[in-house]
């Protein structure tokens, strides 16, 4: 299962079936999806000699190439390509869409062919962004794609839509029919399961695949039962360019950064054309400093050699080189450009002793040092506003049962500090979106003398060092599942879905293929658990996707927009499943965005 092969294995279809010089039209959400799997030198090999948007209606006709069109069939790009067919640019048009065409749409699209350039109309389910080979992301990012409508129970009917198309499209591409299973307690997870059950049985023949011997999985968990992982600072490579820089369809903005060259402005991380990303991007800050001293010593050395030509077929092989060669210099200015950002940003932001703190929040109750630590940090004037938040929102989630705990002397601490108050309210939103009566587990394993002893020998053994203590929940959830012992009282399989009933519930809960859905989004921290499990367990393969994949910024802003949203409360499940009640009081905040 490698959704990155998945999606490049469409793009050769595409592009091979259409002989001859050709133009690749794509749409707003189509153009990321193909472009963090494909450079522009693969798709020149290809045959594809100019790439434009669908929207863009200033082209120059060129009749005599062809045209291959990769749009989401939403009702926007359905008009942009009927006013594309009536007025054509090329001379033949291929359609390809990421996703099921109504067939409405087809008929549009036939009366709106008065040319008859139209030579093919297919579908071909490539509607995620293959980000590594085992993660993928839908994209679905508030305030265009909000989760909630009203209350924590409610999802967003457009939002429903789109994650529902997306799933089914990674499900296709996979060749995929799974059995779902889905957390209790979240209603959104619940009502997710159902329209993918029936966008499966309504999509009968696409999902006729070959009944392997043991039935994939669909588990689909809810971020409301993991509001920690995303706060916590991520220290490894990916993760970390992601925290500090930010990761955009595969891309990092470096313009803001100071005598920074133009070639390095805006520079790409791809594991498929990168070597040195893919081998490291796992690593800590540490052990990659190191790397990137021995990658800049083998380009040095490598350097120095080519200038040693002495010979005619010395210099024959520097030009068979060249090409690599250049390739190699401009990944070694990319790697050292980032890594010398990211430490002086550590550096300069204070995000060790910060990041200490966190750890120590998300991993041990200790509360006498940690609210010392945690006030002189809020006073500390170089901690930036969302880092002393972040702080003071993973106190609250750590001693929000805590008879006499500090909260209220935080916030206040947090004002006086000069932070806004719509930062200050997300302390206690947060316990709104995800604190202990929301959650299915106890994460903090907060409950009993034997969950904090459990705690405290966790914390003693296996971890790398004191920035990395905390293990994200889904992995204890993937190992459980891995072994065929995942609770079928908290992860129930849909009733009436498609389920056989002739299969034991040993062999159901044994998975070897196992498609891990977030809803409110995963992080990168959890992505390198994932490929960590997938290495540690042959026979097994993990996927892991999301609505979005968060840093701690981008979550905080989810916490904001979603609860903002819930004007009311109210059971997020029936009775049967379980209850879930958000806090009773309700915090006003700005509707400024976050």
């Not at 305030?143 to 499209?169: F, K």
């Not at 001293?293 to 024959?316: A, G, P, R, T, W």
Request: net charge neutral; glycine share 6%.
């Amino acid at each position: 299962m490698n959704v990155i092969s998945a999606v490049q294995g469409y793009l050769t279809k595409m592009t091979s079936e259409v002989t001859g010089m050709k133009v690749l039209l794509l749409d707003k959400e189509t153009t990321p999806i193909i472009s963090v799997v494909v450079t522009q030198s693969q798709l020149l090999a290809r045959e594809i000699y100019l790439v434009d948007r669908i929207e863009n209606r200033n082209r120059e006709k060129m009749r005599h190439l062809k045209c291959v069109a990769f749009v989401r069939p939403t009702p926007a790009s359905i008009q942009w390509l009927i006013e594309e067919l009536r007025d054509p640019c090329y001379g033949d048009y291929y359609l390809y869409f990421s996703n099921t065409l109504q067939k409405s749409a087809i008929e549009r699209l036939a009366e709106g062919d008065t040319h008859e350039v139209v030579r093919e109309v297919q579908e071909y389910f490539a509607d995620f962004l293959a980000i590594n080979n085992d993660l993928f992301s839908l994209n679905v990012t508030v305030p265009e794609y909000p989760l909630y409508v009203e209350n924590s129970s409610s999802w967003d009917s457009n939002t429903l839509t789109r994650v529902t198309e997306g799933i089914a499209s990674i499900l296709l591409s996979l060749k995929k029919k799974p059995l779902i299973r889905y957390e209790r307690n979240s209603a959104l997870a619940r009502k997710l399961a159902a329209e993918i059950t029936y966008t499966i049985q309504n999509e009968g023949p696409l999902f006729d695949f070959r009944k392997p011997d043991t039935p994939p999985i669909l588990l689909i968990l809810d971020r409301r039962n993991d509001p920690v992982t995303p706060l916590l600072h991520q220290w490894t490579y990916q993760a970390l360019v992601h925290e500090l820089l930010g990761i955009l369809n595969g891309r990092v903005d470096l313009s803001e950064m100071a005598d920074v060259r133009p070639e390095m402005r805006e520079v790409v991380l791809s594991i498929e054309h990168d070597q040195f990303y893919g081998k490291n991007m796992y690593l800590n800050i540490g052990d990659l400093g190191a790397n990137i001293k021995s990658y800049v010593d083998d380009f040095q050395q490598k350097h120095h050699s080519s200038k040693n030509i002495e010979s005619i077929s010395d210099m024959k092989k520097f030009v068979e080189d060249y090409p690599e060669f250049r390739k190699l210099s401009g990944n070694v200015s990319k790697h050292v450009t980032l890594v010398g950002e990211l430490s002086k940003r550590v550096e300069k932001g204070n995000l060790l002793e910060a990041g200490e703190l966190e750890q120590s929040l998300a991993c041990v109750e200790s509360h006498n040092t940690d609210i010392k630590t945690l006030q002189r940090l809020i006073s500390d004037p170089i901690l930036s506003e969302d880092v002393k938040v972040r702080l003071a929102m993973l106190y609250a989630l750590r001693y929000e049962k805590m008879p006499g705990n500090a909260l209220s002397g935080l916030v206040n601490a947090l004002k006086n500090a000069g932070v806004s108050d719509r930062k200050v309210a997300l302390v206690p939103a947060i316990l709104q979106y995800g604190g202990k009566d929301v959650r299915l587990e106890d994460i903090m394993l907060n409950s009993d003398l034997i969950a904090r002893t459990k705690n405290v020998l966790k914390g003693l053994k296996g971890v790398e060092n004191v920035y990395t203590q905390h293990t994200p929940p889904i992995v204890n959830t993937l190992t459980e599942a891995i072994k065929g012992k995942l609770k079928e009282q908290n992860y129930p399989f849909l009733e009436g879905s498609t389920r056989d009933k002739f299969l034991t519930p040993a062999l159901c809960g044994r998975p070897q293929d196992l498609i891990v859905f977030m809803i409110g989004g995963a992080t990168y921290g959890e992505a390198r658990e994932i490929a960590k499990l997938n290495a540690t367990n042959p026979g097994v393969r993990i996927v892991l996707g999301g609505t979005t994949i968060h840093n701690s910024k981008s979550f905080m802003r989810e916490v904001f927009e979603s609860t903002l949203h819930w004007t009311t409360a109210g059971k997020d499940v029936d009775d049967k499943e379980g209850t879930r009640q958000p806090p009773a009081e309700t915090v006003q905040r700005s509707a400024r965005a976050f």
